[in-house]
């Protein structure tokens, strides 16, 4: 019990750390449904090819991208692809420009289109245009994130990270961090959706060497030590467009042995953080943040470092009997 609430006393410095603004600045640029294809199967403990390794022409258009590590081959053939919804909630035009990944030494945005009758897949030439008020999709057979000379093999249930660099009409330029989750299929329409989800790191790498983060200070987030100890938190937009109201009621994932949707609010001029009973209202056409120092998804007990630029898969489930699988990029506040 002393333990418990020795980290909860370090855990409310640290959730507090950000509010609104300065920790997801990037509201005004909605992305939703990120996913992207795996390379590699994983069969009862073994890993094998992904059965379907043909390059995309042999794939017909809908699969689009070449995705598959199967046969013989050398990581730097290596290939797949990213896909979302980008909404621009900005008054000005912007413009997708680049993009990056730990995953893969050459990242950059693809357009597959028709010439003549034949398909082919090119990067877009001063990137993709997204007006104001408007979304674009990035899906098979059209714009997409194409990663290239992968360094790792990408397995279904998984997730990774991958920063877009947006332009703006003033000439500045925007990053946000998106997790993609890996997998065969696109997300299945919904009517609850989940934008700009993050977590908190947990340890840092400096010079191919890897240490906890517990002696930097409270703006690094959660306290560092792996074991029972460890610590993170996740945060993210969720938006109810249908017609009836939901509630966030659990979550889950691989990296950490407990998961549970906490608060931090202020009772009797303290500040305290606790589990949420029943869970989060998500009414109709409303979206509810999960940020610092307020609703948040805590994993305790992590199986795992997290490292900044990787990103795990978490599992939303609602009351509603709706699970949402989301990538979670590992990120400072935004």
Same mark, same amino acid.
């Given at each position: 019990?002393?333990?418990?609430?020795?980290?909860?006393?370090?855990?409310? !410095?640290? &959730?507090?750390?950000?509010?609104?603004?300065?920790?997801?600045?990037?509201?005004?640029?909605?992305?939703?449904?990120?996913?992207?294809?795996?390379?590699?199967?994983?069969?009862?403990?073994?890993?094998? %090819?992904?059965?379907?390794?043909?390059?995309?022409?042999?794939? +017909?258009?809908?699969?689009?991208?070449?995705?598959?590590?199967?046969?013989?081959?050398?990581?730097?053939?290596?290939?797949? #692809?990213? @896909?979302?919804?980008? $909404?621009?909630?900005?008054?000005?035009?912007?413009?997708?420009?680049?993009?990056?990944? &730990?995953?893969?030494?050459?990242?950059?945005?693809?357009?597959?289109?028709?010439?003549?009758?034949?398909?082919?897949?090119? %990067?877009?030439?001063?990137?993709?245009?997204?007006?104001?008020?408007? $979304?674009?999709?990035?899906?098979?057979? !059209?714009?997409?994130?194409?990663?290239?000379?992968?360094?790792? *093999?990408? @397995?279904?249930? *998984?997730?990774?990270?991958?920063?877009? =660099?947006?332009?703006?009409?003033?000439? =500045? =330029?925007?990053?946000?961090?998106?997790?993609?989750?890996?997998?065969?299929?696109?997300?299945?329409?919904?009517?609850?959706?989940?934008?700009? #989800?993050?977590?908190?790191? $947990?340890?840092?790498?400096?010079?191919?060497?890897? /240490?906890?983060? /517990?002696?930097?200070?409270?703006?690094?987030?959660?306290?560092?030590?792996? +074991?029972?100890?460890?610590?993170?938190?996740?945060?993210?937009?969720?938006?109810?467009?249908? *017609?009836? #109201? *939901?509630?966030?009621?659990?979550?889950?994932?691989?990296?950490? /042995?407990?998961?549970?949707?906490?608060?931090?609010?202020?009772?009797?001029?303290?500040?305290?953080?606790?589990?949420?009973?029943?869970?989060?209202?998500? %009414?109709?056409?409303?979206?509810?943040?999960?940020?610092? /120092?307020?609703?948040?998804?805590?994993?305790?007990? &992590?199986?795992?470092?997290?490292? =900044?630029?990787?990103?795990? +898969?978490? $599992? &939303?489930?609602?009351?509603? +009997?709706?699970?949402?699988?989301?990538?979670?990029?590992?990120?400072?506040?935004?």
């Amino acid at each position: 019990m002393a333990k418990r609430m020795l980290l909860v006393i370090l855990l409310l !410095g640290v &959730l507090l750390v950000g509010t609104t603004a300065d920790a997801q600045e990037t509201e005004n640029i909605v992305v939703v449904n990120v996913w992207a294809r795996p390379t590699a199967v994983r069969m009862e403990g073994m890993t094998m %090819p992904e059965a379907t390794a043909e390059p995309m022409g042999n794939m +017909g258009e809908a699969t689009a991208e070449p995705m598959n590590m199967g046969g013989e081959h050398s990581m730097s053939d290596a290939v797949s #692809a990213a @896909y979302m919804q980008i $909404t621009n909630q900005t008054d000005q035009t912007i413009r997708l420009v680049s993009a990056s990944s &730990l995953v893969s030494a050459r990242t950059e945005v693809h357009e597959v289109s028709m010439v003549n009758n034949v398909m082919q897949m090119h %990067p877009v030439e001063g990137g993709i245009e997204i007006l104001a008020g408007d $979304t674009v999709a990035l899906q098979p057979g !059209g714009y997409h994130v194409m990663l290239m000379e992968l360094q790792q *093999d990408l @397995y279904t249930g *998984d997730a990774l990270a991958v920063t877009l =660099t947006f332009e703006l009409a003033d000439g =500045t =330029t925007q990053e946000i961090t998106v997790g993609a989750a890996i997998q065969d299929e696109p997300p299945a329409e919904s009517p609850i959706e989940i934008a700009n #989800a993050w977590a908190r790191p $947990t340890a840092v790498k400096m010079d191919g060497m890897e /240490g906890g983060m /517990g002696n930097m200070g409270e703006a690094t987030a959660e306290p560092m030590a792996m +074991g029972s100890s460890a610590v993170s938190a996740a945060y993210m937009l969720i938006e109810n467009s249908g *017609d009836t #109201a *939901d509630r966030l009621v659990a979550a889950r994932t691989v990296v950490a /042995g407990l998961v549970e949707i906490h608060e931090v609010n202020i009772v009797d001029n303290v500040m305290r953080m606790h589990p949420v009973e029943g869970g989060i209202d998500i %009414p109709v056409g409303g979206t509810v943040a999960l940020q610092p /120092g307020g609703y948040h998804v805590m994993l305790m007990n &992590l199986q795992q470092d997290l490292y =900044t630029g990787e990103a795990f +898969g978490l $599992t &939303l489930v609602f009351e509603s +009997g709706l699970e949402i699988t989301v990538g979670v990029p590992i990120t400072e506040p935004q």
